[in-house]
């Protein structure tokens, strides 16, 4: 495989688009790309405007042509890629009443079944819903939430046939097995139901893509005639719907990315008017458990990391709240689990995750315990409110996920399943390390990493560096058969644990974010260094990968410290974050004003936004080889972001390394809907990968 460029790459138009904002003064010249219609171009591709349509299609064609050289090498990754997934998994049945609940594929299966068992685990299956059925006949096609109703006599459940995260919900009657005519579009996709399970409750999308409204919808009514039960009322915060672990209680949050408020409404009453808990305090964030006569509150009220306090169900007021759990500044607790007699929470501290299994009466804890040094760790809350078993998931770059059963009386688990590789996989033929790198601030930033037991890394090592940073989001050390296409052919694979996430507290996030957000940057060019320094590969091996956010931070490190790093892959990239910023008929522009800034009120954050922005500040100079993709009915990063920033690299980047741009015209930020679709764009991240730096057809895995 050759990086030779055959054709010669598409140059997008120049057009000036002048704006001034606080006395200053800029052009965006790419501004065109954005269609005035992106609305209806998200929902429908089709409607893109055909000189936008015609620029996108000749960056796919010149991508297409860069890398056909490469076609049966991502062959020969996506059947390796697909060697490691069980093609007929199944999840481990979950117990509810009588009934057993699962989720299955079956072989060659794009979407997933979900499916029960009545009585016994090893009774005959019934398939409730088919994802490869609902699939047919859809360009694109994704299962959102599915629920089934307490009853056990209806499933409700959320299709998306575009990409844009415009649900349609629908019911379907498991008796009869048939839908139901009461179907509900442009909804989140998140529902719940109430007791009586003929009456659901949903959040539905605002025309700017925002989940503002709760309605009630029961069964046999015409949707169109469904009652409101809460309108959020600011634009910069989103509403959702969940239910206590107990079914006793219905939640509507509404939150932004610092701030939260929750209401409830009993499940046995679902005409009853919500009740707010605690009103909404700026940098305030709360959830709920009820628990008897009391609420269980995790909280940042007077505790940056959270603590768990106890309210009487009539009186949750601060005035009467009692910890349960102190406050234990750098230990974030990351989230909790009410069960009858046991109180469940994941904590994190230097990015390695525990579980405290907590008994209400006693108040005896014990840890959840696991030996390896990095991992990742997680808990599946069940559909069972008395009971003593906890199902939990664990696993590490070099350990397949493994989900347990643990009694939290006698301490004991055990093993119900561990994902198969069905190609193979030797856990022990993996190293597994724990660095910290220096920040310029003195800052100690963790770094995972992993490779395989044959390679001794040193200078001529190829490494690839993740990283994300914010919005609190948590990079734990988990298990990816994939990475291993990359680990198998030599690379180290390392994730640095970067500011603007929460993997060290509460306190890591806020010092990556808002007019600290450059410590992101300069913590993962620290971890680059560090890297270096320790002899896992030198400057200019480096592949720099993120997405959406993460991506962000991949252009601008490219923009700072280009040399590092031989390559970049930059997946739906949030590139263009002025702009973004600058404008509120965007989905998620004003809830995520308190991550970014306000740059149309505020100055301050207008200059520190746009001397990181990493559309606004690429410049000639070197840049790596560089791969992007898009989507063009994705809300969360609109297509135009990464159109721009390589459209503006095209022009002042000096060197011959490949630049190029990916956009799928029939999805949105997520990718492919199907299981197989996904790991062909896998596979063509890696052809890229492998081809920059030199790596021939015949090196196979391993």
Not at 257 to 280: F, G, K, M, Q, Y
Request: glycine share 8%.
């Amino acid at each position: 495989m050759s990086g030779n460029q055959p054709v010669e790459p598409p140059v997008a138009e120049r057009q000036s688009c002048l704006s001034v904002y606080h006395g200053h003064e800029r052009d965006d010249p790419y501004a065109w790309l954005r269609d005035p219609n992106w609305r209806e171009a998200m929902r429908d591709p089709a409607q893109l405007a055909a000189p936008i349509r015609a620029y996108l299609e000749a960056e796919n064609d010149y991508a297409d042509a860069v890398m056909a050289p490469t076609a049966p090498f991502r062959d020969a990754l996506f059947r390796e890629l697909r060697g490691r997934i069980r093609e007929d998994d199944s999840s481990v049945p979950m117990k509810d009443g009588s009934f057993y609940y699962y989720s299955r594929y079956r072989e060659g299966g794009q979407h997933p079944l979900f499916c029960r068992r009545e009585g016994v685990a090893e009774a005959p299956e019934v398939i409730l819903l088919d994802g490869d059925s609902e699939s047919a006949g859809h360009d694109y096609f994704r299962l959102g939430g599915v629920e089934h109703s307490p009853d056990h006599r209806y499933l409700a459940y959320a299709v998306d046939t575009s990409g844009a995260e415009s649900w349609t919900i629908r019911i379907r009657d498991l008796e009869s097995g048939t839908d139901l005519s009461d179907s509900i579009r442009d909804a989140r996709g998140d529902f719940d139901w109430a007791a009586d399970g003929r009456t659901l409750f949903y959040t539905v999308l605002d025309d700017d893509h925002r989940p503002k409204w709760v309605y009630r919808h029961r069964l046999g009514d015409d949707p169109a005639t469904d009652p409101l039960v809460y309108e959020e009322p600011d634009d910069g915060f989103f509403v959702g719907m969940d239910k206590t672990e107990s079914g006793r209680y219905l939640i509507i949050s509404s939150h932004d990315h610092v701030t939260s408020e929750v209401r409830v409404i009993p499940a046995d009453n679902p005409d009853a008017e919500p009740w707010l808990l605690l009103p909404r305090e700026t940098g305030v964030e709360y959830d709920v458990a009820d628990h008897g006569d009391h609420w269980l509150i995790l909280t940042n009220r007077g505790a940056e990391d959270f603590r768990i306090v106890r309210a009487p169900v009539e009186s949750p007021d601060p005035a009467a709240w009692e910890d349960v759990v102190a406050h234990e500044p750098g230990r974030l607790i990351q989230g909790m689990i009410a069960y009858r007699d046991y109180l469940v929470r994941v904590e994190i501290a230097d990015a390695l995750p525990s579980i405290v299994v907590r008994h209400m009466a006693s108040g005896e804890e014990h840890t959840v315990s696991f030996d390896e040094d990095c991992y990742d760790l997680g808990v599946i809350p069940g559909y069972e409110f008395d009971t003593v078993t906890l199902r939990l998931t664990y696993s590490s770059f070099s350990t397949p996920t493994r989900v347990y059963d643990y009694d939290m009386a006698t301490r004991g688990r055990m093993l119900r399943k561990e994902q198969e590789i069905p190609s193979g996989h030797d856990p022990d033929a993996y190293v597994t390390r724990r660095l910290f790198a220096t920040a310029p601030d003195g800052e100690r930033v963790p770094i995972s990493l992993f490779h395989h037991r044959d390679v001794t890394p040193g200078p001529a090592t190829p490494l690839l560096l993740y990283g994300y940073g914010s919005y609190g989001m948590i990079d734990l050390p988990g298990f990816s058969p994939l990475r291993l296409s990359l680990v198998n052919r030599g690379f180290v694979y390392a994730v640095a644990h970067v500011r603007g996430g929460k993997e060290r507290g509460y306190r890591w996030y806020r010092d990556g974010k808002l007019a600290r957000k450059p410590n992101t940057f300069s913590d993962y060019i620290a971890c680059a260094e560090r890297l270096i320094a320790a002899g896992y590969t030198t400057a200019g091996r480096i592949t720099a990968h993120g997405g959406s956010a993460g991506g962000m931070l991949v252009g601008a490190v490219l923009n700072q410290r280009p040399e590092l790093f031989h390559a970049a892959v930059a997946d739906v990239p949030f590139v263009d974050v002025l702009n973004t910023m600058l404008d509120p008929s965007l989905p998620l522009t004003p809830p995520e004003w308190p991550e970014w800034g306000n740059p149309i009120e505020d100055a301050s954050a207008y200059q520190g936004i746009l001397a990181y922005s990493p559309y606004d500040n690429v410049r000639a100079q070197y840049y790596p080889h560089i791969l992007v993709t898009a989507g063009v009915s994705d809300p969360r990063v609109t297509y135009w972001e990464p159109a721009k920033w390589v459209a503006r690299l095209r022009t002042l980047k000096q060197d011959d390394n490949l630049l190029l741009l990916r956009t799928n015209m029939s999805a949105g930020h997520g990718g492919p809907g199907g299981r197989f679709d996904f790991l062909e764009e896998v596979a063509y991240r890696y052809a890229f990968i492998l081809m920059v730096y030199g790596y021939q057809e015949t090196q196979a895995d391993g």
